[in-house]
């Protein structure tokens, strides 16, 4: 009787589950473990697989399980890798992983099957399984490439989010000094520029404050009541002794459909565990805000500015959850695949006929296989996701199918039993099974040709220049050694859709530096606005920032860049920001006058079209 059906309350429960199982307890929860990776990756049932994960936690604290159920809390695939995992279409690197590992699978499950139709033929099992030792070697190769690969991505997370803080907290000082001017000027910055958006800005910050791990993100909710924390500087009447926002109360703030509206931009953001904002709604509100006044539009560029910073910050504290448990699967990985090989390179040395030995040997050559398998099906995901990237669509990536492989757990345990009982078909059936389920991977080839023929369609490529004077962005330039500009989607004719990016050419003009140029780290923050040929309406787009170093004229020259950049393929108009590189030690930009962005980007042009299936 499952715990929930019960008399017992669940504590008592699983404590007289323990004593009942006694040591079988670990072989039961292996086994729910792998029912629920069998409902996660062939059923596509996470809430039910989650069930089998915490049941298998609770009973032995199964590290496998634990890693899982955390997959699912922090929206990871089945494999560790992100739904939304961000990347450039590289088809070519997609297919050599079919090319390098479908063949081992192939050989390692033929092996198996061989193992246990010629149990008698011991000479020629054990010659055949020490020709597929090395593939199982190979393996060792394969996580430690896995390991160093999620210690990059672990660093890099934790980099760029300490990064992003360090901008919020200049952004912040910039916004202090700017509302200071305002004020001695008489000026109201709240009423004046951002109303409810600057209000839904304060959300996104008082949710952050109270803690950015998974589980506390839900509870951001009731956060909503503190977030005036984050301008109390501004609102706080110490002689009513209550929050004053536009003339209103907390409480009657909170009644107020203005209150209601801002939710309204939060809610149903809310889904598997993680908390996110509408960036469209509060960046929409913050540029139909009309200001006139030089200070007041420098105020409202800075909270846009936070605002996105913000957003940032919450996809980012996300990544870092989901690299480092990255990290942790990759390890607890290879550990799994050092133990199946000492068993395999053990049983090969004493091979013999039994047919229960064989039967559990054939299943680590399978389990072995299966490695290859996820690895086949990680690239096969990064190609549909890869694709739903570049094309601006959503159709790939979320029907992905990650069971291949995956037999039902109880099946697998059917088989084993009638092999202790000297009956071997069912267990050749089940590895015929296995087979079956492999043969039919998924082919990133057949995506290319839809990555191709929507390439074909974007025939302009455009050269433009977008010059930056604004005496505000220079100066933080001079002061800081960083900036922000913005290139704006109205800038570029609505006839042109589907824009991505070259290149990237960037001029300090009128800078002085050591050489003829100066280095510059140019970030692509990842919040852009783009056009899709088949609707007019723009449409926003978050992603990680892309940063590659450039090497800036000072005469409004073009340097063709160093090396690839690494936004290409993503929408010029965006959010852009500039960091004079440390190794620039004797930059002058005093008589600087203008930064000036140069991209080249391809694009479709004309009319609309419906999407191709």
């Not at 005036?228 to 009513?240: F, G, N, P, Q, R």
């Not at 133990?339 to 040997?361: H, K, P, R, V």
Request: charged share 25%.
């Amino acid at each position: 009787m499952p715990p929930e059906q019960a008399l017992l309350r669940p504590g008592p429960w699983w404590a007289k589950a323990r004593a009942t199982l006694a040591s079988a307890r670990w072989q039961w929860a292996d086994h729910r473990t792998r029912v629920g990776k069998y409902r996660w990756r062939v059923e596509g049932n996470a809430p039910a697989a989650l069930v089998e994960f915490d049941a298998a936690v609770t009973l032995v604290q199964h590290a496998e399980a634990d890693r899982l159920r955390k997959y699912i809390h922090a929206d990871l695939t089945p494999l560790g890798v992100a739904y939304d995992h961000d990347l450039k279409p590289d088809f070519s690197m997609f297919e050599e992983v079919i090319t390098d590992y479908g063949p081992m699978v192939q050989s390692l499950t033929t092996v198996a099957t061989s193992l246990l139709l010629h149990a008698a033929d011991v000479s020629n099992n054990k010659s055949k399984l020490e020709q597929e030792l090395a593939s199982v070697e190979g393996l060792q190769s394969v996580q430690d490439a896995a390991i160093a690969s999620a210690q990059v991505g672990n660093a890099f997370a934790l980099g760029e989010l300490e990064l992003n803080k360090m901008r919020i907290d200049t952004l912040i000082a910039e916004l202090k000094a700017v509302e200071k001017e305002m004020k001695e000027q008489g000026v109201d910055p709240l009423e004046t520029v951002l109303g409810v958006a600057t209000a839904l800005v304060a959300v996104v910050g008082a949710a952050y404050s109270g803690g950015a791990t998974l589980a506390a993100l839900p509870a951001a909710f009731g956060l909503i009541a503190d977030a005036t924390k984050v301008l109390e500087s501004k609102i706080w009447d110490a002689k009513a002794g209550e929050y004053d926002i536009n003339g209103k109360s907390l409480g009657e703030w909170k009644d107020s459909q203005e209150y209601k509206d801002m939710v309204a931009g939060i809610e149903g953001f809310v889904d598997k565990a993680k908390l996110f904002y509408d960036k469209a709604k509060v960046v929409a509100d913050l540029f139909d805000t009309d200001v006139d006044d030089e200070t007041a539009k420098r105020h409202k560029d800075l909270t846009i500015q936070l605002a996105e910073l913000e957003f940032q910050r919450r996809l980012l504290e996300l990544k870092k959850l989901q690299a480092g448990l990255a990290l942790d699967s990759a390890i607890q990985v290879k550990h799994v695949a050092e133990q199946d090989q000492q068993a395999i390179e053990q049983l090969a040395a004493n091979l013999g006929s039994d047919l229960a030995i064989l039967a559990g040997l054939a299943g680590r050559l399978m389990r072995s296989a299966q490695v290859y398998v996820d690895l086949y099906t990680q690239y096969a995901f990064f190609a549909a996701r890869a694709l739903d990237l570049y094309t601006l669509e959503d159709h790939y990536a979320p029907t992905f199918y990650f069971g291949l492989g995956y037999i039902h757990p109880d099946h697998e345990a059917d088989a084993l039993l009638l092999v202790d009982d000297g009956q071997k078909d069912q267990f050749i059936a089940l590895v015929a099974e296995y087979q079956e389920t492999v043969s039919t991977l998924p082919d990133p080839f057949l995506l290319k040709p839809v990555y191709d023929a929507y390439d074909a369609d974007l025939t302009t490529v455009q050269h433009q220049y977008w010059n930056f004077t604004d005496p505000e962005i220079l100066d933080a330039l001079r002061t800081t050694g960083q900036a922000a500009v913005r290139i704006p989607l109205s800038s570029i004719p609505t006839s042109r859709s589907e824009l991505k990016i070259l290149q990237v050419y960037l001029s300090l003009t009128g800078a002085v530096g050591e050489n003829e140029t100066i280095l510059v780290a140019l970030e692509h923050t990842g919040n852009a606005e783009n056009r899709k040929q088949s609707s007019p309406t723009p449409i926003i787009l978050s992603a990680p920032p892309r940063r590659s170093i450039v090497a800036a004229t000072v005469d409004a020259s073009l340097l063709d860049p160093i090396g690839d950049q690494k936004f290409w393929g993503r929408s010029p108009t965006a959010l852009w920001r500039l960091t004079i590189d440390p190794s620039e030690t004797a930059v002058n930009l005093d008589g600087l006058t203008e930064i000036q962005l140069v991209v080249d980007y391809k694009c479709a042009e004309g009319g609309r079209r419906a999407r191709s299936a």
